[in-house]
């Protein structure tokens, strides 16, 4: 998997942020997952190297313009493209209602499949909000002003490395036989031989996860998301010594930030959804709210729009 902000900044655009959007590619499906759409995405989109015809899924954490303002306008360019095979979309109760509006009152036709879930139900039952072959996607309610969800991306386990060369000393040549093997499946030989292709792969390798947390005060809910992720996504609007501004307005301090993945035990944070406040230049800038996110958890970055991650779960150990 590999996460590129497409958007970092918060409330309105400046000249080096754009608005909250997130894309999570997923190479090995040839897909993409878009998490929130500020105004302008489709913009930055065609400023990055994604292609937009992977886009599949689409999840919004909550309705403030910043994070859905560029959604109809997406939408209609997938419709007008005409290469769009569908997209299903994520988000709190009123987004179907708000797209329906948009789209109506100016007149525009979306010409593929368009399908909305509603997640507040599956967010307050902890169950699962999507489950396939290879993934799984859960989410959680946050504490914001307005109803908000945190969503959490499991890559399942995938099969041990093929041991090849094994394979040739048993006699096994090499062919289409070898990616039944590799998947773990049995197979019969010519010969008549069953061999059971977990026998030929080393130990399961976990799969990468990676949170994406906007927007929210400080909350328990989110610590139990992320709990032992590989990647924390986490808002950053204000510094530690505007805390009591965070509070009043549901947002989060770096500290905040910091806190969340240390309790939760993730590999990695990056902090983002910045206030045009901390502009470089200014009393204080993203620089510093690093800072103060380091002293209490280490491996934290800042995003910028463009910036791009490969979430890359640890091995499991060999003897």
């Given at each position: 998997?590999?996460v590129?902000?497409?958007g970092?900044?918060?409330?309105?655009?400046?000249?080096?942020?754009?608005?909250?959007?997130?894309?999570l590619?997923?190479?090995q499906?040839?897909?993409?997952?878009?998490?929130?759409?500020?105004?302008?995405?489709?913009?930055?989109?065609l400023?990055?190297?994604?292609?937009?015809?992977?886009?599949?899924r689409?999840?919004i954490?909550?309705m403030?313009?910043?994070?859905v303002?560029?959604?109809?306008?997406?939408?209609?360019?997938?419709?007008?493209?005409?290469?769009?095979?569908?997209?299903d979309?994520?988000?709190?109760?009123p987004?179907r209602d708000?797209?329906?509006?948009?789209?109506?009152?100016?007149?525009?036709?979306?010409?593929?499949?368009?399908?909305?879930?509603r997640?507040?139900?599956?967010?307050s039952?902890g169950a699962?909000?999507?489950?396939d072959?290879d993934?799984?996607?859960?989410?959680?309610?946050?504490?914001?002003r307005?109803?908000?969800?945190?969503?959490r991306?499991?890559?399942k386990?995938?099969?041990g490395h093929?041991?090849?060369?094994?394979?040739?000393?048993?006699?096994?040549a090499?062919?289409?036989?070898?990616?039944e093997?590799?998947?773990?499946?049995?197979?019969?030989l010519?010969?008549?031989?069953?061999i059971?292709?977990?026998s030929l792969c080393g130990?399961?390798?976990?799969?990468?996860?990676?949170?994406y947390?906007?927007?929210?005060?400080?909350?328990?809910?989110?610590?139990?998301?992320?709990?032992?992720?590989?990647?924390?996504?986490?808002?950053?609007?204000f510094?530690?010594?505007?805390?009591?501004?965070?509070?009043?307005?549901?947002h989060?301090?770096?500290?905040m930030?910091?806190?969340?993945a240390?309790e939760?035990g993730?590999?990695?944070?990056?902090?983002?959804?910045?206030?045009?406040?901390y502009?470089?230049?200014?009393a204080m800038?993203?620089?510093?709210l690093?800072?103060?996110?380091?002293?209490i958890?280490?491996?934290?970055l800042?995003?910028?729009d463009?910036?791009s991650?490969?979430i890359?779960?640890?091995?499991?150990?060999?003897?």
């Amino acid at each position: 998997m590999q996460v590129t902000f497409l958007g970092t900044s918060s409330g309105v655009p400046t000249r080096g942020r754009n608005v909250s959007a997130v894309a999570l590619r997923l190479p090995q499906r040839s897909e993409l997952w878009l998490f929130d759409c500020g105004e302008a995405t489709q913009h930055q989109f065609l400023r990055s190297e994604l292609r937009v015809s992977q886009l599949r899924r689409i999840f919004i954490t909550h309705m403030h313009g910043d994070h859905v303002f560029g959604l109809p306008g997406l939408l209609a360019s997938l419709g007008l493209a005409g290469s769009c095979t569908g997209i299903d979309l994520y988000g709190p109760d009123p987004l179907r209602d708000y797209l329906e509006g948009v789209l109506r009152t100016s007149s525009t036709r979306i010409g593929y499949p368009l399908r909305t879930h509603r997640v507040q139900g599956v967010a307050s039952s902890g169950a699962l909000l999507l489950d396939d072959d290879d993934l799984t996607v859960r989410c959680t309610p946050l504490n914001h002003r307005v109803p908000a969800f945190a969503y959490r991306v499991d890559q399942k386990p995938r099969t041990g490395h093929f041991d090849v060369e094994r394979a040739r000393a048993m006699g096994i040549a090499p062919g289409p036989i070898y990616a039944e093997l590799k998947a773990g499946h049995s197979v019969t030989l010519d010969d008549g031989r069953i061999i059971n292709g977990a026998s030929l792969c080393g130990p399961d390798r976990p799969g990468a996860s990676v949170v994406y947390c906007t927007d929210t005060v400080f909350c328990q809910a989110a610590v139990e998301l992320a709990a032992g992720a590989d990647l924390l996504i986490h808002e950053a609007t204000f510094s530690h010594a505007e805390a009591a501004l965070a509070y009043q307005r549901q947002h989060s301090t770096s500290t905040m930030a910091a806190q969340t993945a240390l309790e939760a035990g993730v590999k990695q944070l990056v902090l983002t959804h910045l206030s045009p406040r901390y502009m470089p230049g200014n009393a204080m800038t993203p620089d510093d709210l690093l800072a103060e996110a380091r002293a209490i958890f280490a491996n934290t970055l800042v995003a910028k729009d463009f910036l791009s991650l490969d979430i890359t779960p640890a091995e499991p150990a060999t003897a």
